[in-house]
């Protein structure tokens, strides 16, 4: 798969622009100037709709959530498990309010 970079992205969105905004104009302008990157009128509507939706054609950075498996909830979870020993992951899930995924790995990484 051809990744575009920034640049390409930025000349397309200015020959659309020259172009009044239209998309098969834009590709074939696209195609003669730039004979060597072949670029689909579907490329061009990613770029064209990214732009207008985040006002960049710059990549969206992701945002990750926040861990809770540290601080307090890994202590909650340890001393819950040193008084039950043979509690299972789901009644530690449901009565610490922490994801069953969250308790297993907090588990793991504590033996």
Do not use: C, W
């Not at 003669?32 to 689909?40: G, L, T, V, W, Y």
Request: glycine share 6%.
């Amino acid at each position: 798969m051809d990744f575009l970079i920034v640049e390409e992205k930025i000349e397309m969105i200015l020959i659309y622009g020259e172009e009044g905004r239209n998309l098969d104009d834009a590709v074939n302008i696209y195609a003669q100037r730039f004979p060597d990157k072949i670029r689909s009128g579907t490329s061009f509507h990613r770029t064209v709709k990214q732009f207008n939706t985040n006002g960049s054609v710059q990549p969206k950075k992701r945002v990750r959530r926040a861990t809770v498996t540290g601080g307090n909830d890994e202590i909650n979870l340890l001393a819950a498990t040193a008084a039950n020993p043979h509690a299972s992951t789901r009644e530690l899930s449901r009565d610490l309010g922490i994801s069953q995924s969250s308790v297993s790995r907090i588990l793991k990484r504590n033996k």
